[in-house]
Nanobody, 119 residues
Framework: QVQLVESGGGLVQPGGSLRLSCAAS????????MGWYRQAPGNERELVAT???????NYADSVKGRFTISTDNTKNTVYLQMNGLKPEDTAVYYC?????????????WGQGTQVTVSS
């Protein structure tokens, strides 16, 4: 079992920045992928950014050039630096991790952190 704990959400004005953190209960080098997803009211959960164990990154088109995903293996933490925030970025942001077990891949989710972009 892998526990993921997010932090760093809050209220920010349009154009502002936030950095989300997700601390894993296990060594993130054992996870083949980590990522951030978000869900706005009335919408389905959508991918924001992912990073693989080989540091390959992938971003949703809506956040390319504004958001950056990174990891710190010494802290077992994945970050999402969000710059140039827009009101449409308002959502609950969830941390996600994938681990390969003997029985197959397993996905884990954090509890979510609210990001609100408003003036």
């Amino acid at each position: 079992q892998v526990q993921l704990v997010e932090s760093g959400g809050g209220l920010v004005q349009p154009g502002g920045s936030l950095r989300l953190s997700c601390a894993a209960s296990t060594s993130i080098s054992s996870l083949y992928v980590m990522g951030w997803y978000r869900q706005a009211p009335g919408n389905e959960r959508e991918l924001v950014a992912t990073i693989t164990s080989s540091s390959r990154t992938n971003y949703a088109d809506s956040v390319k050039g504004r958001f950056t995903i990174s990891t710190d293996n010494t802290k077992n933490t994945v970050y999402l630096q969000m710059n140039g925030l827009k009101p449409e970025d308002t959502a609950v942001y969830y941390c996600n991790a994938g681990k390969l077990l003997g029985s197959g891949p397993r996905t884990y989710w954090g509890q979510g952190t609210q990001v609100t972009v408003s003036s």
